[in-house]
T-cell receptor
């Protein structure tokens, strides 16, 4: 069975600090997808990134970067120079491909609080 | 609008009553998912629809829960004889067909059972 673990329940940083959110996953499939979603206080889940299991290239988008390492089954998310608007709950999720659709298994989320 | 639309945004009801939640997916998205998010928790998968195929109901927690979808349009999630443990935010998502497609979520319905 697939599983996603986000060991950090809550992280507090001061604005402009860098912060890394950890995600470790378990799956028996060789083909799978990993996602990060952001859930601000307003409640709506916002899609941030998708990675497939064959692409281990790290990705950077502005202040956001993602480090995917199959050897350690991790897909960590780093925010550089954090801002107050980054305060949210961040979810890592996994979907397995064989069924041809993408039921997501979510971690329990990491609440990030960025103080001015 | 262009996003997933859910109604009502909030629902308060007495234990034992039936409730119906509605989801209107993004136009052109053939896949539709329902999830439940309990306070402080991650999302739990409930049910998946894809076009006219049989739905994947493997996440429904009991036979009090059911959902319907007509074609590729609106879906309704029904909870019968509600219990206090049903209190949660119910989220709907839609995506294009196929593995790995990003799911786009609505704002959810916050259900409170008194």
């Amino acid at each position: 069975a697939q599983k996603v673990t986000q060991a950090q329940t809550e992280i507090s940083v001061v604005e402009k600090e860098d912060v890394t959110l950890d995600c470790v996953y378990e799956t028996r499939d060789t083909t799978y997808y990993l996602f990060w979603y952001k859930q601000p206080p307003s409640g709506e889940l916002v899609f941030l990134i998708r990675r497939n299991s064959f692409d281990e290239q790290n990705e950077i988008s502005g202040r956001y970067s993602w480090n995917f390492q199959k050897s350690t089954s991790s897909f960590n998310f780093t925010i550089t120079a954090s801002q107050v608007v980054d305060s949210a709950v961040y979810f890592c999720a996994l979907s397995e491909a064989p069924r041809g659709y993408s039921t997501l298994t979510f971690g329990k989320g990491t609440m990030l609080l960025v103080s001015p | 609008g262009a996003g997933v639309s859910q109604s009502p945004s909030n629902k308060v009801t007495e234990k034992g009553k039936d409730v119906e939640l509605r989801c209107d997916p993004i136009s052109g998205h053939t896949a539709l998912y329902w999830y439940r998010q309990r306070l402080g928790q991650g999302l739990e998968f409930l049910i998946y629809f894809q076009g006219n195929s049989a739905p994947d109901k493997s996440g429904l927690p009991s036979d009090r829960f059911s959902a319907e979808r007509t074609g590729e349009s609106v879906s309704t999630l029904t909870i019968q004889r509600t219990q206090q443990e049903d209190s949660a935010v119910y989220l709907c998502a839609s995506s294009q067909r196929g593995s790995g497609q990003p799911q786009h979520f609505g704002d959810g319905t916050r259900l409170s059972i008194l």
